[in-house]
Structure formats: C-alpha cells, structure tokens
C-alpha cells in the first residue's frame, strides 16, 4: 500500500444487520492522512452502510470504529465526529435559502451566531483552498459543482481530517469532474484523508491510491490502485457465480424473427431533461411479444426513458409511436388510453392509493369499461374484474376490500403490477418492478410480464438496473449518461460484460480507463 | 350505507371500506352484514354526540323539542349544509377553498341585481327570476373554474388564491349594489329558501337530497371514486391514467356551484340579499368546523356525507340550544368557538385514528 503514516480512521471487524439483510460483514477498512481510498461495489453490496457507519449516522452492531487512534463517538454525537470526519452526501445536504457562510457553519455548536466571524472564516477557508465562492452568495444562485464546494468547506472549517465524498461526480459535466479531482489532490497533499466512493471505475483509477472492493457486506479486495487492472476489480465486484447467466438459459431462448416483424413501440431520438437522469437522442423498437431490457447506472437515463414512454413525465424531443400512432408527451391518460401500461418505480409514491381496497386500487385504470352507462361502479362487479388478476398473482389479501397499505411491500407490488395488468396494455412500461420484494414475489412477477409477452403478444420494456430482472428479456439495452452505449442481442447476457457496459467501458482486455461513449 | 373512508381497523376484517358490496364470495351473507355494521357504525360515530345534544337541548328548553324549532333548525342548517357538501368535495381531492363564503353572498346578490328594477337598487335589467337561477349557478361556476385553473393550471397555492379571491369577491358583491341591501325578491327566487312542504322546509329537503346524492355518487360513481383517488394520492391516480387535473379542476367548480346554491337558500330565507352574506358573517369557520368535524380530512382521500351531514347538524343543534338557554350576546360567540373545539376534539376520539393528524 501507499498510505504513509498511522490510520486516521480505522474499522475493524464491522458486522451491521438490517432486519433480515446483514450488510455488513467483518468489514475492514483504513484509511491514512493524505490518502485517497476508492470504495466501489454493486447496489446493494453496502457501500451506503459503511458510509453511514463512518458519518456516524448509524452504529456498527459489533466492531469498532477508531478515528486517529481513539475509539469514536457515540452515534449521534454530531459535533465531535464532524471534528474528524465530514461526509458530502450524494444529495446537497446545502439549504437553498441561506448564504454560503450561513451553510459553512450550518449546525455549528455556538450558542450566539457572530455574523461578521462566520463571514471572515467563511472567506478564510475559500482563500485557503482557493475556491472562488463569495460568502455571502445564496446557495440557491450556486451551480450543483458549487454547491458541493461548499459542502467540502465546511467539513474543512471545522478541520475534518477525513472527508468522504460519495458520488461526487454523479451530478457533474465533465469539466467539473476534471476541477473536482483536481481539489481531491489538493486535499490528500495537505494531508486530508480521502474517501472516495464512485460507480465510474475509470474515475476511482484515475484519483485514488487505493482501492476497496465491497461484494454482498464483505470487503473482498483492498489494493493499490496502480497494481490492480479494471477486469480484477469487476472480477472482485461481481464474483464468480454468474447467477444471472444460469437463470436465463433456463426460460428465454425464444426466436426474435417475429420481434422483427412487428414493432410495437417506436421511439425515434428521444430528449429528455429530468432530475432522475437525461436523455439524449434515444431510438429504439419493442417488438409484439418481445421484452427488451434497459439498464444503466444511476442517472443515466433508463428511469426517464421510462416515463417518457409511458408518458408519466414529458419529453423535449423525439417521437413516441404506439402501433403507429403517435403518443403525446407527457400525459398519462393519453399514453394508457393509447395502450401502454406503467410500472412505476417506487409503488408508495405512484402504485396505489394506501388507504383504498385492493379491488379499488387493481381496477383503478379500467374504470371506464367496468361503470355502466350512468358512470356507476358497482363493487361487485369491480371485485370480479379484480380477481383473476390478483389470483393470477398470487396476491394475498384478507379481501378486495382490503386497504393496500396494510400489504406486506410483496403484495403492494403485486396490486400496482395487476393495475397494469387489468388493462391489457399492448405495451407494458415496467422501471424496476421487483425492487424489495423477496425472491418468490420476485420470480412470480418476472414471469408473468414474460407470460404477457409470449402469450399474449404485448411489448414489454423492462427497465431495471437490477441484472437479475434481465434475465426475461430477449434483447437488453444499456445506457450510459443518457445515450445508447450498446446493445445486447442475445441471451443469455454475460453479467460481467452488463456491468462492465453500464460503467461506459467497452469490452474486456483494452486496458484500463477506457472513454465512455462519446 | 355511504361509505367511503377506509378502515383504520386491523387486517383481518373483512371488506369494510366497500361497506356491503365488497365481499368474498364465499361468506356472502355473513360479511355483507357485518361489513355493514362496521361500516355504519363509523359512520354514525358522531350519533352519540347529537343524541346527547338533543338530551341536553331537551334540559335547556322545553321548546327545544318541538316540531317548529327543529324545522327550524333544518331551515337554518340547509345552507350551511350545501356548501359543506362543497367544501368537503374540495377537501377530499386536497385542495381548499376558503372563498366559498363570497361565493355564497356574490352569486346571490349578482343575481338579485340583475332580476330587480333600478328602485330596488337592481341593474335595472330585470331579467326573469328562472333566468336569474340561471345566472346564480353560472356565477358560481366562473369563480370555481377561475379558482381551479389558477392552483391546478397555475400550480398557485390554493390557500392564498382562494383567500385574495374572498376578498374580490366580496367587494364586487357590495360594490355593484353600492352596499345597499336588495329586498322584494321575486317569489320563484326565493321559495328554495322560504317554502314548505306542510312543516318540512323545502330548503332542508333539497339539502337532504343533495347530500344522499354527493354521498352516493362519491360511493358508486367512477368519477366519485376518482375523487377519492386524486385526494389519497394523486401521482398514483396519474400513473392509472385517471386525469387528475381534469378532477380537481371540476371539483372546485361544483364546490362553488353548491356555495352559489347555499348563497340562495340564505337568501330565501331571510328575504333578502345582503352585503354582509357569506363574507360578512364568516361562514367560513362553520363550514371548515362541519366538515373536518364530520370527518373529512383536511389532507384529503377521505371523507363522506354522512360524517359531513353530521357535522352540520351538530353545529345546528349547538347554535340554538345557545339561543335558547339565552346566553348573553357578549358572550356567544366565545362560547360558539369552545363548543366547536370540543366537538372537533370528541369527534377525534369517537373516529379513531383515521380521523388523526399525521404525526
């Protein structure tokens, strides 16, 4: 290893349980003054926990936490951990209507606030750095790059000596990527401690000395950067068993002649500027029957292209075609009306109406062909329509009646799924439908939206960054910053190669740090 | 049997939201019957409350009892009645409405002035009194649909639109009359507020009618249902295609065409049209007061007639069991609020936890 010196924030042994998910396990990690270690693993391998541990924000449940030798601070003694480390969330943890020095010093410990000290330390510590931010800027005029140069002034005002950045680019043009990096040397050579945590695997060889590789809560891989190649760092992320690989051989191999035959949906250099990740000139075709898959990381645009297409959130460019017909932007009603159902990303917030029954809640989209001529509903009949659906589920309920919100999240899911299902949409938008539900819920759901398209001849357009939900598809897409990095064609998908692509690397054994797409 | 809230009970209880339709096919009968019990029962959770008002009226007065006064009573009430029966619609899709008050003093009174000769303090149009009606619900539907298209279309906050809009409308209301009181309205304007069947005010029957017919088109309606599903959650309602601007927008406008309707009743019965209708009187509180009283949720989702046509009589009942028992006039008023509070607070115990604020 490079780090020079004593550890300046030191895990050892660290095991952390989330219910029934341990997602932590005997976790490692140091990190030494002037250092810059990378933290990279897959969703879901814990990267957010140990962040949390080392923010204290949560409590390891055993091992322990020593910042400069001493053990740390009880969880939610904020003053004194922000005195050795400060975290720059992924989200702006800034307050929009407050002044730069305000937000500097946001949450300090003095009783009295000293309007004119705040301001002076504030400038200090921006002449220091030399960052070029006035003090008494409002926060909501500043660029997001801005916004986190603030952040990363505060953890220096009050001295931290380790800052964790995570994701710090996931916001940021290129250019500003290139600035950031440029403040991350500057810090490790002033002896900060970095803790950098990034998906971009070209980023994480380019800034850090180290790098620790987190697979399901283990720290599998700690290493410097210079001896480690990109294909043994995704070989260390993912793994060995291609769990996804053996799956699909299973229930795809399907011919894709009549995919060719028949398109279904159309979608011909689609724009879009949304906070969930833009798009850029994406074309694409669902063929009758076929299930073609959208993956990316975070950000790139695979939950945007989504909605756009079922119409959820509106598009600044391009054209959406259902069996030939033009679908507007941004209007739901419309895009269902035309044929197209949506499975929304987060069923709390767009699934159902918690307080409504299940039957309610899985015909809420077929009102129209059940109400008779005066526009009544009769709940019977309503109940009726509702249960082949719910049956073909397996959903459990205590009856139709029955709120949603007291559903296990399983079963929540499966009321959201049957709202699209009831329609019988000739296009099916589903964004990450198996997202915490457990494994049998999980297999149930994958195989009806592929029953759906082999029997009966619906498109469905499965965007999910989760590998494993891609093993229904006949065709899987991956998107990297908002555009069509490349194409998989034929099943079943190498898991390494899905993730390698999602990065923006091309195929294995070019070297390291490879250009995305551009 | 108008039962539209859902149930704060454990899983396990069968369909009580759908009340007596929603059932298994299994156990039919038995859960039809005690789906209907549960349903009814929290329901009529204010009936405790207004059988120990009507004890109490009954100590208070010996006049309280009789059928005079409680016509009376049903007299007073209608109009309130009508624009809670607004007001709660609005409620339930999460929007408000506080200019529901001058909708009720305007829509009468632009009316009035357009039936009445000059010497009446009239436009001098005397246009016919059917027509005048007429115009009434038209006045009420402009307001609504400005009102709508300005938070919905203009995503503008529905608190303060509908506050400026008290105020304008209010002013037009004196201000077209120069402030003056319009008397000698036709009969045919009047009789909705007025009129009698036998002992019954006509009034109390439409409003009768008006509330079993909201509560039933809530309940079986596909649009009532809509309503409910726009309140509970609108990005949901979205995503199932159901075309929530549209809902809302046409929420507002029925709100104030019950505010407008109301606003004819008041005038019916005191005949005549004053500058102090609605806005002047402050109507707002009770309205507020019934409906959240009833039951309807400030949040919106839920909500239903029964619980809000409870809350109405129990303002009615108080009110003149406080005229009766001949508290001081200095007085009332505070005593009017207390009641109030503690009647929104009983009402929060007897409803359980659906009736809560979020924590």
């Known amino acids: 290893m490079t780090s020079p010196g004593p550890a300046l924030v030191d895990m050892t042994g660290v095991n952390k349980r989330f219910g029934s998910t341990l997602a932590l396990r005997g976790v490692d990690l140091s990190i030494s003054a002037g250092q810059c270690l990378g933290l990279v693993g897959r969703n879901g391998a814990g990267k957010s926990t140990v962040v949390s541990i080392l923010s204290g924000l949560e409590s390891p449940d055993s091992g322990t936490v020593r910042l400069a030798g001493e053990l740390a601070p009880r969880v939610g003694d904020v003053?004194?951990?922000?005195?050795?480390?400060?975290?720059?969330?992924?989200?702006?943890?800034?307050?929009?209507?407050?002044?730069?020095?305000?937000?500097?010093?946001?949450?300090?410990?003095?009783?009295?606030?000293?309007?004119?000290?705040?301001?002076?330390?504030?400038?200090?510590?921006?002449?220091?750095?030399?960052?070029?931010?006035?003090?008494?800027?409002?926060?909501?005029?500043?660029?997001?790059?801005?916004?986190?140069?603030?952040?990363?002034?505060?953890?220096?005002?009050?001295?931290?000596?380790?800052?964790?950045?995570?994701?710090?680019?996931?916001?940021?043009?290129?250019?500003?990527?290139?600035?950031?990096?440029?403040?991350?040397?500057?810090?490790?050579?002033?002896?900060?401690?970095?803790?950098?945590?990034?998906?971009?695997?070209?980023?994480?060889?380019?800034?850090?000395?180290?790098?620790?590789?987190?697979?399901?809560?283990?720290?599998?891989?700690?290493?410097?950067?210079?001896?480690l190649r990109k294909e043994d760092l995704i070989a260390a992320m993912v793994g060995s068993a291609p769990v996804a690989a053996s799956v699909a051989s299973g229930t795809t191999a399907r011919s894709d002649a009549n995919a060719a035959a028949e398109p279904v949906l159309i979608v011909e250099h689609l724009s879009?500027?949304?906070?969930?990740?833009?798009?850029?000139?994406?074309?694409?075709?669902?063929?009758?029957?076929?299930?073609?898959?959208?993956?990316?990381?975070?950000?790139?645009?695979?939950?945007?292209?989504?909605?756009?297409?079922?119409?959820?959130?509106g598009h600044d460019g391009g054209q959406i075609r259902l069996h030939g017909q033009a679908i507007p932007a941004g209007r739901r009603a419309a895009a269902q009306r035309a044929g197209i159902g949506y499975i929304p990303e987060d069923r709390r917030t767009e699934g159902f109406v918690a307080h409504l029954g299940v039957a309610e809640n899985a015909t809420m989209a077929i009102t129209d062909r059940l109400a008779d001529r005066l526009g009544l509903l009769r709940p019977g009949r309503r109940a009726a329509a509702a249960a082949p659906v719910t049956a073909a589920l397996s959903l459990v309920s205590s009856g139709p009646g029955q709120p949603v919100e007291e559903l296990s999240g399983g079963n929540q899911q499966k009321v959201t799924v049957a709202r699209t299902l009831a329609h019988n949409p000739g296009l099916i938008v589903a964004i990450t439908p198996t997202r915490g539900v457990d494994v049998a819920s999980k297999a149930l759901l994958l195989d009806t939206l592929a029953g759906v398209a082999r029997h009966d001849g619906a498109g469905v357009l499965l965007c999910s960054d989760e590998l494993s939900d891609l093993v229904i598809c006949d065709r899987v897409i991956v998107l990297v910053r908002g555009e069509i990095f490349t194409e998989f064609t034929e099943p079943?998908?190498?898991?390494?190669?899905?993730?390698?692509?999602?990065?923006?690397l091309t195929s294995t054994g070019q070297g390291t740090a490879e250009e995305a797409a551009k | 049997?108008?039962?539209?809230?859902?149930?704060?009970?454990?899983?396990?209880?069968?369909?009580?939201?759908?009340?007596?339709?929603?059932?298994?096919?299994?156990?039919?009968?038995?859960?039809?019957?005690?789906?209907?019990?549960?349903?009814?029962?929290?329901?009529?959770?204010?009936?405790?409350?207004?059988?120990?008002?009507?004890?109490?009226?009954?100590?208070?007065?010996?006049?309280?009892?009789?059928?005079?006064?409680?016509?009376?009573?049903?007299?007073?009430i209608s109009a309130l009645g009508v624009v809670v029966v607004?007001?709660?619609?609005?409620?339930?899709?999460?929007?408000?409405?506080?200019?529901?008050?001058?909708?009720?003093?305007?829509?009468?009174?632009?009316?009035?002035?357009?039936?009445?000769?000059?010497?009446?303090?009239?436009?001098?149009?005397?246009?016919?009194?059917?027509?005048?009606?007429?115009?009434?619900?038209?006045?009420?539907?402009?307001?609504?649909?400005?009102?709508?298209?300005?938070?919905?279309?203009?995503?503008?906050?529905?608190?303060?639109?509908?506050?400026?809009?008290?105020?304008?409308?209010?002013?037009?209301?004196?201000?077209?009359?120069?402030?003056?009181?319009?008397?000698?309205?036709?009969?045919?304007?009047?009789?909705?507020?007025?009129?009698?069947?036998?002992?019954?005010?006509?009034?109390?029957?439409?409003?009768?009618?008006?509330?079993?017919?909201?509560?039933?088109?809530?309940?079986?309606?596909?649009?009532?249902?809509?309503?409910?599903?726009?309140?509970?959650?609108?990005?949901?309602?979205?995503?199932?295609?159901?075309?929530?601007?549209?809902?809302?927008?046409?929420?507002?406008?029925?709100?104030?065409?019950?505010?407008?309707?109301?606003?004819?009743?008041?005038?019916?019965?005191?005949?005549?049209?004053?500058?102090?209708?609605?806005?002047?009187?402050?109507?707002?509180?009770?309205?507020?007061?019934?409906?959240?009283?009833?039951?309807v949720s400030l949040r919106g989702g839920r909500g239903n007639m029964i619980g809000a046509a409870s809350g109405v009589i129990l303002l009615g009942f108080v009110q003149d069991i406080l005229d009766l028992a001949n508290v001081s006039n200095y007085w009332i008023e505070a005593i009017d609020g207390a009641v109030i509070l503690f009647a929104l607070f009983l009402a929060r115990i007897v409803g359980g936890e659906s009736t809560a604020e979020e924590k």
């Open chain 1, 272 to 313: 879009a500027s949304s906070a969930r990740g833009r798009l850029d000139g994406v074309s694409l075709q669902v063929g009758r029957g076929e299930v073609v898959g959208v993956t990316g990381l975070l950000g790139a645009g695979v939950v945007t292209l989504g909605r756009a297409i079922a119409g959820a959130e």
């Open chain 2, 1 to 76: 049997m108008i039962s539209n809230q859902a149930p704060d009970g454990p899983a396990g209880t069968v369909s009580t939201s759908g009340g007596a339709a929603v059932v298994p096919r299994s156990s039919q009968f038995v859960a039809r019957v005690r789906g209907m019990n549960i349903g009814l029962l929290r329901e009529v959770a204010l009936l405790p409350v207004l059988v120990l008002l009507l004890v109490v009226g009954a100590i208070v007065s010996p006049a309280f009892l009789t059928v005079s006064n409680l016509a009376g009573i049903g007299q007073q």
């Open chain 1, 492 to 504: 079943p998908f190498d898991r390494d190669q899905l993730i390698v692509a999602t990065e923006g």
């Open chain 1, 79 to 227: 003053n004194r951990w922000r005195k050795w480390i400060a975290t720059v969330f992924q989200h702006s943890m800034v307050v929009p209507e407050l002044s730069v020095a305000e937000n500097v010093f946001l949450g300090g410990t003095d009783r009295f606030v000293s309007w004119r000290e705040m301001r002076a330390r504030t400038r200090e510590v921006m002449r220091d750095w030399g960052y070029d931010i006035r003090a008494d800027a409002l926060c909501r005029d500043l660029t997001v790059e801005q916004l986190q140069i603030v952040e990363i002034a505060r953890a220096l005002a009050r001295g931290a000596r380790c800052v964790l950045l995570d994701e710090p680019t996931a916001a940021l043009e290129r250019e500003a990527v290139r600035r950031l990096f440029g403040r991350v040397r500057q810090l490790t050579s002033s002896g900060v401690a970095v803790l950098y945590i990034s998906h971009h695997l070209e980023e994480v060889f380019e800034i850090c000395d180290d790098v620790s590789v987190l697979r399901d809560g283990e720290m599998v891989l700690t290493a410097a950067a210079a001896h």
């Open chain 2, 86 to 295: 607004g007001e709660s619609l609005i409620l339930m899709i999460g929007g408000m409405d506080l200019s529901l008050e001058s909708t009720f003093g305007l829509a009468p009174m632009v009316a009035a002035w357009l039936i009445l000769p000059v010497s009446a303090y009239g436009s001098g149009a005397q246009i016919s009194p059917y027509l005048g009606l007429l115009v009434l619900l038209a006045v009420g539907a402009a307001v609504g649909l400005v009102n709508g298209v300005l938070i919905v279309k203009g995503r503008l906050n529905g608190f303060i639109v509908t506050l400026g809009m008290t105020i304008v409308l209010a002013g037009l209301q004196n201000g077209i009359v120069k402030a003056q009181t319009l008397f000698n309205l036709p009969k045919a304007f009047g009789y909705l507020g007025a009129a009698y069947f036998g002992q019954v005010p006509v009034s109390f029957v439409v409003a009768a009618i008006i509330f079993a017919l909201v509560g039933l088109f809530l309940r079986y309606h596909r649009t009532g249902r809509a309503i409910y599903a726009v309140g509970g959650n609108p990005a949901a309602a979205r995503a199932a295609g159901i075309k929530v601007e549209r809902i809302k927008i046409g929420v507002y406008v029925a709100g104030s065409m019950l505010a407008a309707l109301g606003g004819l009743m008041e005038a019916g019965r005191v005949s005549a049209v004053t500058g102090q209708q609605g806005y002047g009187e402050g109507i707002i509180f009770s309205v507020f007061a019934a409906a959240v009283i009833g039951g």
